[in-house]
């Protein structure tokens, strides 16, 4: 292999990636020690795929893999009359593939790869909850909690049984400010806990009043709380 200095990058990524074979990594290891140039690019490679050494298992690459994704990249523009030669089967990985082609697709690879780390870590993290609410009936026992995560979603779990007429319905409702009113969080259905989505309201507050009525079935006709209050309780910001 014949290592341009125009293209330290290009070589700095594909032996980062381990996409040389062992000769081909060998040789830049040995111009590595020689070469500051190299060796910083190698460095710098490191550093740009650091999320994949932490963040993915190794797996095997298809032998067609270069012809997969050479066959997804759009055609190259024509020079001075000359027609693109396509890739054929006998394409290798070390260097069958055309120079720029390789580079947009080693590119291409690294910021998919780099995207499911980061897919992967926002699917799995706990998402915390902005402010908690303990809900209490009059005789000061705790019915309900409702967690309230700020993105229009809120969590509200029973802790106790409710009896509820066939034709009545359980409503969460929520005050975020006496000009707005008391606002609905949704409805839960069967009298089960639930996770709630409501319309967008503003981010929810310290001491805020959050309740669960009894409210006909399908909810408040008003867009308000009518019927009896089963429990309620204020918010705390979790410490």
């Given at each position: ?18 996409l040389?074979?062992?000769?081909e ?7 590595m ?5 190299l ?33 997804r ?49 926002s ?37 106790t ?10 409503q969460?409702?929520?005050l ?32 805020q ?22 429990a ?8």
């Amino acid at each position: 292999m014949r290592i341009d200095r125009q293209d330290l990058a290009a070589i700095a990524d594909e032996y980062v990636l381990g996409l040389l074979d062992e000769a081909e990594a060998a040789q830049v290891e040995a111009e590595m020690a020689h070469d500051a140039a190299l060796s910083d690019a190698v460095a710098a490679a490191r550093d740009r795929f650091l999320p994949l050494d932490t963040g993915i298992e190794p797996v095997s690459v298809s032998p067609n893999l270069w012809d997969t994704i050479a066959e997804r990249l759009p055609d190259q523009v024509p020079q001075t009359g000359a027609q693109p030669v396509a890739p054929t089967a006998n394409d290798n990985v070390a260097g069958g593939v055309r120079p720029g082609w390789r580079s947009m697709a080693i590119s291409a690879m690294a910021a998919s790869l780099i995207l499911a780390v980061g897919l992967a870590w926002s699917v799995t993290r706990t998402v915390e909850p902005l402010v908690v609410a303990v809900l209490l009936n009059e005789a000061g026992e705790v019915q309900a909690v409702v967690e309230d995560f700020g993105n229009n979603t809120a969590s509200v779990r029973l802790l106790t049984e409710f009896t509820v007429p066939a034709d009545r319905t359980m409503q969460v409702w929520t005050l975020p400010s006496r000009d707005m009113g008391p606002m609905s969080l949704g409805l839960l259905e069967g009298a089960h806990s639930a996770t709630l989505h409501s319309p967008a309201l503003p981010k929810p507050q310290d001491t805020q009043l959050y309740e669960i009525t009894l409210e006909q079935a399908g909810g408040s006709p008003t867009g308000r709380p009518t019927g009896p209050i089963l429990a309620k309780g204020f918010a705390k910001l979790p410490r």
